[in-house]
């Protein structure tokens, strides 16, 4: 099948959520999930989950796991460098039941572009969890942006479309 072909097979109006994992943003400083919001609206999806969690294990997860079955989408962002409290991609990826090894592979791609070697230090991952798409972002605006914009939008609907099958 030709990749114009798989563009026609989209779902549109995905209800989506997002959890921000930080110990020090609060609503009023998270801008990265902000944007994620604006972005996601943008394009015609239902944000329908927000909310801040500690960079705590548990926490993340148990973000994910209630709010999930509700969404077709959830999008964590922050926790995904090297730092010990860096622990969002470890949990995404314990979650997952099949990996999107492309999306980490092109992000860290299209991040070289813009920051250079420093790229690599980003653990971003995407997958599956009972199919429904799940990614853990870093949680620098500007990454959550590029991640946003380049990989998930062009790709979210498509990706719904598939798993819906």
Known sequence: MAAG?????VRANLKVGIVTASDSR???TDTSGAAIREMFRGAGHT???????PDAPAKIAHAIITHLPELDAIVVNGGTGLAARDVTA???RSLMDKEIEGFGELF???SYQEIGAAAMLSRAVAGLRNQRFVAALPGSTAACRLA??????PEI?????????
């Open 47 to 53: 944000v329908a989950y927000y909310e801040i969690v």
């Open 90 to 92: 470890d949990v995404v």
């Open 26 to 28: 609060t609503p009023e």
């Open 108 to 110: 860290r791609m299209l």
């Open 148 to 153: 946003m914009e380049k990989l998930i939008l």
């Open 157 to 165: 609907g498509h990706i719904a479309y598939l798993i819906s099958q």
């Open 5 to 9: 072909h798989h563009k026609e097979q």
